[in-house]
Nanobody
């Protein structure tokens, strides 16, 4: 019964910042690579960022690099996504995922557990 619960979404003004959180329960958080995906209306989910189980590797897609920062706190079973300088085109459902594979990756089908997502809407 591994469960992921995202929080932190909502309406944010363009240019502002928000931090999303994803708390994992029912599993060994420190054994999972953790990732954030996002899904635009009517589109397939797309990869955003991943952090390895020990935090020693990170990868973030180019369109948000320099603005989004992934981090984790293994003492709190939580992964974060800091989102700065937000733009309207960042509006999406942001979804947390956990992966027990040997190495972190970007393919959604390789992830084992998923949250329900938290909506981030960037607008005035």
């Amino acid at each position: 019964q591994v469960q992921l619960a995202e929080t932190g979404g909502g309406l944010v003004q363009p240019g502002n910042s928000v931090t999303l959180s994803c708390e994992v329960s029912g599993g060994d958080f420190s054994s999972y690579h953790m990732a954030w995906f996002r899904q635009f209306p009517g589109k397939e989910r797309e990869f955003v960022s991943v952090i390895a189980r020990d935090g020693g590797f990170k990868y973030t897609i180019y369109p948000v690099t320099g603005r989004f920062t992934i981090s984790r706190d293994n003492t709190k079973n939580t992964v974060y996504l800091q989102m700065a300088s937000l733009k309207p085109e960042d509006t999406a459902m942001y979804i947390c995922a956990a992966d027990s594979a040997p190495t972190p990756g970007t393919i959604a089908s390789n992830y084992d557990y998923w949250g329900q997502g938290t909506q981030v809407t960037v607008g005035s």
